[in-house]
């Protein structure tokens, strides 16, 4: 079962960053964009037409639109970086939503970027949902949200709650499994079983596709061999367990793979 323990190890290790190096990074990208919000601020309280003059969202808590529970004002253009815990994704869901459908909108970036990152949904706008769904997810432990209103009608906006939540995205990135096929394992009942592990129990809870979680792996079957199946290889939760539950296939007898173990 070493082979689960390495993925999850990999995992920790690339999610092990402070929230305080992470709010720099943010700080940093961010500074020319805040420093012209700042200098408007000066007569409004902190806040730019409504938008927050922090707009840096940790871990959970709940933003409103601008003005809330008034009207919205016109010409707004608001920017919401939300930021999970180390090791989670960004959850948010809609308590209130009221736009003038169609000409204002709200953006949900999968990323803090919104000219790189990927967009999960628009709301309002050309081609935007009229309703939001029940909840939406990040894939990384950031999030970017925002929100742009036209120069004539104004509404009640929108309120959400956003919060840190593990899912079944683990290291919500690329996850490369490697599974030892080798006598080392003790039995062909073991190696089964651990099988029946990864299908039935780590990987049933993953959202498999190529544009969401993609899974490689690698069945070591010999000292300098190895079955590998590629990322694009699995484009469904389904396959990637088929195939898993399939090696005993390539492995009718652990025992006898046995040149040398793996580390």
Known sequence: MRAIFFLLCMCWAVHH???????????????????EIQEK????????????????????????????PQNYHNNESCYYYINAEQ??????????????????????YDGAASGKSRV??????????TQPQSA????????LVTFMSNPTVTKSGFQFTYSSVTTA????????????????VGSQSNFVQQLRFLAQNLVASWDVGLDKV???????????????????????TDQVQFA???????????????????A
């Open 214 to 236: 993609r899974v490689g792996m690698n069945l070591i079957v010999d000292d300098d061999y190895a079955v590998v199946w590629k990322y694009n290889d699995f484009k469904t």
């Open 244 to 262: 898993i539950l399939g090696m005993t296939d390539d492995v009718p007898n652990v025992l006898a793979n046995n040149n040398s173990d793996f």
């Open 120 to 129: 999960i949904a628009q709301l309002g706008g050309q081609g935007g949902a």
């Open 87 to 108: 090791g989670a994704v960004v959850k948010i869901v809609f308590t209130h939503f009221d736009l003038e459908l169609c000409c204002d909108y709200i953006t949900i």
């Open 136 to 143: 939406y997810y990040s894939t990384t432990n950031q999030m």
């Open 169 to 184: 995205r683990p290291c919500n990135r690329d996850i490369s499994i490697s599974i030892n096929g080798m006598d080392s």
């Open 41 to 68: 601020n000066s007569k409004r309280g902190g806040f730019y037409n409504g938008c927050p003059e922090d707009n840096d969202f940790w871990t959970q808590g709940q933003i409103s639109s601008p003005f809330w």
């Open 17 to 35: 960053i402070s929230c305080s190096s992470l709010k720099r990074k943010l700080s940093s990208r961010k500074q020319g964009f805040l420093t």
